[in-house]
């Protein structure tokens, strides 16, 4: 157990409909990032909230979203998904602004839009 | 974009070899960091190089930096069958706005 925490670990979901995945970081971390795995795009980086906040922004789709909350979990939220946002997101927590020391990553969700 | 690209993107060894992989990137870093992950689940963080130090070890990981080649190179010795995985090498860099930046991974079969 890493201690970042995320659910559901699997999904399956009808193109056009909406999701929300939920991530918990590991106690005392404050940066939540989010990442989509695809096998043709790898690793790619969607997201940062740090204490709240949004702090950086990267591939993500207008049809994404994410927030995180005054207890530090985060969600992201996936809406009018097709069959090309089927991928593993990830979370991945660390303690600060800066990845000086490595990010701790939750075990992923699944994703898969039929 | 991927700042990083790794080197191969496949390797098959026997258990008890050596396992090397590369990674080169494009931009000056921070740190470069590497990663494993098994099948389908998170990544395992294994260990940072800072952009001041050569070379880094870490158990049976050896690490090196190469700020000149802007790259990288993980070498995983006496590999065992539990080594089987994939390596990811990522790079913390001002220009990515200090988030780290994944190369396409080596995926690595260790046969017993």
């Known amino acids: 157990d890493s201690g970042v925490t995320q659910t559901p670990k699997h999904l399956i979901t009808a193109t056009g409909q909406r999701v929300t995945l939920r991530c918990s970081p590991r106690s005392g971390d404050l940066s939540v990032y989010w990442y989509q795995q695809s096998l043709d795009q790898g690793l790619q980086f969607l997201i940062q909230y740090y204490n709240g906040e949004e702090r950086a922004k990267g591939n993500i789709l207008e049809r994404f979203s994410a927030q995180q909350f005054p207890d530090l979990h985060s969600e992201l939220n996936l809406s009018s998904l097709e069959l090309g946002d089927s991928a593993l997101y990830f979370c991945?927590?660390?303690?600060?602004?800066?990845?000086?020391?490595?990010?701790?990553f939750g075990s992923g969700t699944r994703l898969t839009v039929v | 974009s991927q700042q990083g690209e790794e080197d191969p993107q496949a390797l098959s060894i026997q258990e008890g070899e050596n396992a090397t992989m590369n990674c080169s990137y494009k931009t000056s870093i921070n740190n470069l960091q590497w990663y494993r992950q098994n099948s389908g689940r998170g990544l395992v963080h294994l260990i940072l190089?800072?952009?001041?130090?050569r070379e880094k070890h870490s158990g049976r990981l050896r690490v090196t930096l190469d700020t000149s080649k802007k790259s990288s190179s993980l070498l995983i010795t006496a590999s065992r069958a539990a080594d089987t995985a994939s390596y990811f090498c990522a790079t913390d860099a001002e220009a990515a706005g200090n988030k780290l930046t994944f190369g396409g991974g080596t995926r690595v079969l260790v046969k017993p």
């Open positions: 190089i800072r952009s001041n130090e």
């Open positions: 991945a927590s660390s303690a600060g602004l800066d990845p000086n020391y490595g990010y701790t």
